[in-house]
C-alpha cells in the first residue's frame, strides 16, 4: 500500500487493508482513498482464482511524494 503523507500518516504504508486499518482511519479519511490518500495493493477476492503471492519488502519514499512498500 502507498499513502500521500499530505493526507495519512507513512506508517500506514504496507498495512494490511483490514478492520484495525479502517478503525485507525479514524473518519476523518474516506475508507476507499477516493482522495488519494492511499493506493492498495489488492491480492485476492471474488474474481481471483487464486490469490497473488507476494510478501512485503522496503519501505521507500518515492519521487518525495508517496510512502510506499515494496511488494516482492
Known sequence: ?????????????????DRDFLE????ARTPCGENGEFHPFIYDGPIFSTPV??????KVHRENRFYCCDLI
Open 1 to 17: 500500500m502507498c499513502v500521500d503523507p499530505k493526507a495519512l500518516e507513512s506508517e500506514f504504508a504496507g498495512r494490511e487493508y
Open 24 to 27: 485507525d482511519l479514524r473518519g
Open 53 to 58: 503471492v507476494a510478501r512485503r519488502g522496503e
